[in-house]
């Protein structure tokens, strides 16, 4: 499973990341970057 933090805060995603290490974790901006894109699998689960 994939979580992923979007806030305005990149302190707070930054905190939630290392609280959530045993997970695989997404930061907001770095997926909406375009070359970061294409490394998502679709078939994968999100949380949000």
């Given at each position: 499973m994939?979580i992923?933090?979007?806030?305005h805060?990149?302190y707070?995603?930054?905190?939630l990341k290392?609280?959530?290490?045993?997970?695989?974790?997404?930061?907001g901006?770095?997926f909406?970057?375009?070359?970061?894109?294409?490394?998502?699998?679709?078939?994968?689960?999100?949380?949000?």
């Amino acid at each position: 499973m994939n979580i992923m933090i979007v806030t305005h805060n990149k302190y707070l995603e930054l905190g939630l990341k290392k609280l959530l290490s045993r997970h695989s974790i997404t930061i907001g901006a770095d997926f909406f970057i375009p070359d970061n894109r294409e490394h998502i699998i679709n078939n994968n689960i999100f949380v949000i």
